[in-house]
Nanobody, 127 residues
Framework: QVQLVESGGGLVQAGGSLSVSCVAS????????MGWFRQAPGKEREFVAT????????LYADSVKGRFTISRDNAKNTVYLRMNNLKPEDTASYYC????????????????????WGRGTQVTVSS
């Protein structure tokens, strides 16, 4: 089991930038694909971005493509999400998720794909 702890959320004005990070512990981080999801009040948890454990593949939701960047540092057991040009509709709790996989370039995009989740960090974008 992988333990995940997010940090870096906060309040930002529309058009601003924010980075969130997630530190993993408990398993070998370089055999784990990572993802970011978000959930707004009254809505289902939705996919934001994912990265393979060798960092060769990434994928983004259409709503964040070109504005968000996912990256990871396996030496630090950390995955990052850099968010630029934030919009009020980006307001949500952001969760990181982990999926163990033997395939270096595998990526995953749905909630059931991931077996470990953090508790989330709140991102609020004011208009």
């Amino acid at each position: 089991q992988v333990q995940l702890v997010e940090s870096g959320g906060g309040l930002v004005q529309a058009g601003g930038s924010l980075s969130v990070s997630c530190v993993a512990s408990g398993r070998t981080f370089d055999r784990i694909a990572m993802g970011w999801f978000r959930q707004a009040p009254g809505k289902e948890r939705e996919f934001v971005a994912t990265i393979s454990w060798d960092s060769t593949r990434t994928l983004y939701a259409d709503s964040v493509k070109g504005r968000f960047t996912i990256s990871r540092d396996n030496a630090k057991n950390t995955v990052y999400l850099r968010m630029n040009n934030l919009k009020p509709e980006d307001t949500a709790s952001y969760y990181c998720a982990a999926r163990q996989t033997p395939y270096p370039a595998a990526i995953f995009t749905t909630v059931p794909d991931f077996g470990s989740w953090g508790r989330g960090t709140q991102v609020t974008v004011s208009s």
